[in-house]
């Protein structure tokens, strides 16, 4: 069987280079074989023996697959490479590449190491996480397989931290991350001054030798450092290569054809969004049918339009799975120029959309839909504060008044579908001009907002279920149901206070529900509340369907927010292959094609977990900085008295929210008096064993602010009624002045008991 023809595309005669050889592979439309390669550069005899010998060579080198016949561009692992662990599995090392940058941002392989046992074998320390080790590599049935050669040193590990210098001179780097309760010495300051955020690296192979400052970053407590601190530590990719902007600034000028949209300038469409948001994704619509339901049109950024697969755009976004929103600063996916201009919904501008039209009946139910690719014109961008002050005004138009009239039914077929209703609390931080902070509070929550996310959640069921019958593929959206073993411990917890969680039925979203509604007790049904969501399993995108089971729907997909998420834009690009809505091609060098790639056609599974893994990422670092935030916010107010709910209980002690506010703190089990208290994992309870006295989830709690640590985030409480000190953390080595010398306190450190023989 013939290949189809590779694209004419002229490429320079003669034995190609690496980066010439990896540029045809790309750019050619199938797995492109040695015969190909030689064939485009016109080798001929010794050459071609060179060029087999260069392939092999980068084969080894990862950078393309070992295939003889067909090669591919995958970022692949060399059979000689530096590897990182990640995890101890069954007793076992599991390491990834240290260096892993593929063009499509697919997640790292998982390979197990293989240490060398018996007694020939050289006695060497278990590996522990973070351990970098050079191994040799290889493919088997059941995965990759790993045998180290030399364990090596963690130079290139960047930590960060604040600089400080002790009375005899010598800096110490004070971590920022809450769980490094010690200072490190710092070996090479690197010109950096006390009091500044710094980055820094293992100074040696001894962790004797300390670090060496390798970028000052500034001001640690300065406007914009506590976002800054969290893009470091997590590694998010926030600056965008000329290549990638010089793009965007030719996608952004590609002029729309008109006559091959769908025209909706004329709709009073409106996008209903937060009072400071700079991009607007949607945009929606409704009129009564005549027949007691609604027409409505569901206007989504044409983002797919301007990002085709394969540019260098397309590249970047998928390295970064999505938008990244800290209080004062957005990471976007995409350049300004396209998420907050050209590709946003801003009133009174022609913009490219792609646009669901749903069918609503007098139930709330969607009987119809269809996509299109449309112009709008957005006939206004309202905050949802004011979207919902007209409305309970009564001074709403009457587009506003049939948006909420269409919720009100979608929120019927909502009601019956019975999705988990949790009442969780957000945390807003509010900033003035100069970056600092003017008010931090819990989100009020609003019908405006509960009218967007149904008509959201109605385009993205729509999105799924279109794409389903056409056989096309999908990225969904999955929840899946609480694991067994969860539903058992949460069963086991609710025991403990007279609740029974029977296992044998089938368990849905209106169970706990119901369970949460028969409580009448505030303080008891937050226990609850908080045990259901402990119960639950983690959101994630992947290409077989397992349902959402928060939302109770059977087909999920999401669809709305191509701006800001990558799995948006895979979502429009399969709608745009399977109801044949291609637009002219562009033309300035951008690819002409704006459907699924090839490879995302033919498996969706990698880039599903790489961006699932993105956006686990973005959210440990959006709640991270928000501790920061409410911890700088609330060190100006140690020592005062706060109501708080107790949230968590393990043995070292409890965490506590405060309420209204939402700051989680530790109060240590150190702190709770001299006796002993014994801890119950199934409860969730810490119990003096001579007082009897119980913290338990749920409890509210008088407890006054004894540490805010803005640079770590971190809280620590302690009770009202005395308890034990809490002990200052991160700080280096106390240094007194004896003789001509200054030397630190002799003898064993107080946290050491002597064990000494009897």
């Given at each position: ?252 000028a590609v002029a729309l054809a008109e006559d091959r949209r769908e025209d909706l300038r ?318 002219p091609a562009p033309g300035d060098g951008l690819p002409a094609h704006s459907g699924l ?40 107010r140690v020592g005062e008295v706060f109501t708080t709910r107790i949230t968590g209980v ?109």
């Amino acid at each position: 069987m013939t290949k189809p023809p590779l694209r004419k595309l002229r490429f320079p005669q003669g034995l190609p280079s690496r980066q010439q050889v990896l540029d045809f592979i790309a750019q050619s439309e199938e797995p492109a074989g040695k015969r190909e390669i030689a064939r485009a550069f016109g080798l001929k005899g010794q050459e071609k023996i060179q060029l087999k010998a260069l392939l092999r060579d980068m084969a080894d080198e990862g950078l393309i697959d070992g295939n003889r016949t067909a090669f591919h561009r995958l970022g692949g692992v060399p059979r000689v490479t530096v590897l990182r662990v990640v995890e101890i599995e069954d007793g076992e090392p599991i390491a990834i590449p240290a260096t892993w940058q593929p063009d499509d941002a697919t997640p790292p392989p998982r390979l197990r190491l293989i240490e060398a046992r018996g007694k020939g074998a050289a006695r060497s320390p278990a590996l522990r996480p973070g351990d970098r080790v050079l191994a040799r590599t290889e493919e088997t049935g059941t995965g990759w397989i790993a045998h180290p050669m030399k364990k090596l040193a963690t130079e290139d590990e960047q930590v960060l931290g604040v600089v400080e210098v002790d009375a005899a001179g010598k800096g110490w780097l004070a971590p920022v991350d809450k769980r490094v309760r010690n200072a490190v010495p710092i070996a090479d300051l690197g010109g950096a001054e006390p009091g500044q955020l710094v980055l820094a690296e293992p100074a040696g192979r001894s962790p004797r030798a300390g670090v060496k400052v390798t970028a000052v970053l500034g001001d640690p407590l300065a406007p914009r450092a506590f976002s800054l601190i969290a893009i470091h530590k997590h590694g998010i990719p926030h600056v965008f290569a000329r290549e990638v902007l010089d793009e965007a600034q030719r996608a952004a000028a590609v002029a729309l054809a008109e006559d091959r949209r769908e025209d909706l300038r004329d709709l009073p469409i409106v996008a209903i969004d937060p009072s400071d948001a700079r991009d607007h994704d949607d945009a929606i619509w409704a009129e009564p049918d005549g027949e007691g339901g609604f027409r409505a049109v569901v206007a989504i950024a044409d983002v797919s339009f301007y990002v085709r697969p394969g540019s260098a755009l397309d590249r970047e976004a998928r390295k970064r799975g999505n938008s990244v929103y800290f209080p004062d600063r957005v990471v976007p996916m995409l350049p300004e120029v396209l998420s907050a201009d050209v590709c946003s919904l801003r009133s009174g501008a022609d913009r490219a959309a792609m646009a669901c039209h749903l069918a609503i009946d007098a139930h709330g139910r969607v009987k119809d839909f269809r996509f299109t690719r449309a112009l709008v014109r957005i006939a206004e961008v309202i905050a949802y504060e004011d979207a919902q002050a007209r409305i309970d005004d009564d001074r709403a138009e009457p587009y506003l008044r049939h948006l909420w009239d269409a919720w009100r039914l979608l929120a019927k077929a909502r009601d019956a579908r019975d999705p988990l209703e949790l009442e969780l609390p957000e945390q807003r931080v509010k900033l003035d001009e100069q970056g600092r902070i003017t008010e931090i509070a819990v989100r009020e929550r609003l019908d405006a907002h509960r009218v967007v996310e149904d008509f959201m959640i109605a385009a993205n069921v729509a999105a799924a279920k279109a794409l389903e019958s056409r056989t096309a593929p999908v990225v969904y959206r999955i929840h899946e149901p609480p694991s067994r073993e969860k539903l058992v411990a949460l069963k086991d917890y609710l025991a403990t206070f007279g609740k029974k969680l029977a296992l044998g039925q089938v368990i849905t979203p209106g169970l706990f529900n119901r369970m949460l509604k028969d409580i009448t007790d505030e303080a008891e049904k937050a226990l609850v509340m908080e045990a259901v969501l402990r119960s639950q399993t983690q959101a994630y995108y992947g290409p077989r369907n397992a349902g959402h089971f928060g939302l109770s729907l059977g087909s999920y997909a999401h669809f709305t927010s191509p701006i800001r998420r990558y799995s948006d834009l895979l979502i429009h690009r399969a709608l745009v292959d399977a109801f044949a809505l291609e637009q002219p091609a562009p033309g300035d060098g951008l690819p002409a094609h704006s459907g699924l790639a090839e490879r995302d056609r033919a498996d969706l599974s990698r880039i599903s977990e790489a961006i699932s893994a993105a956006e686990r990422r973005a959210m440990m670092a959006e709640r991270e900085t928000i501790d920061r935030y409410v911890a700088a916010w609330l060190s100006a107010r140690v020592g005062e008295v706060f109501t708080t709910r107790i949230t968590g209980v393990r043995s070292f002690g409890f965490f506590a929210t405060i309420v209204g506010l939402g700051g989680d703190g530790l109060v240590p089990v150190s702190t709770l008096g001299d006796e002993h208290f014994a801890y119950d994992e199934k409860a969730q309870v810490l119990e003096g064993i001579e007082s009897g006295v119980r913290y338990a989830i749920g409890q509210m709690q008088e407890l006054r602010l004894a540490e805010a640590n803005p640079l770590t985030g971190a809280l620590k409480f302690e009770l009202v009624d005395g308890g034990g000190r809490i002990e200052p953390r991160g700080r280096p080595v106390a240094l007194k002045k004896r003789g001509g010398h200054l030397v630190g306190r002799r003898g064993r450190p107080a946290n050491i008991r002597h064990q000494g023989r009897r």
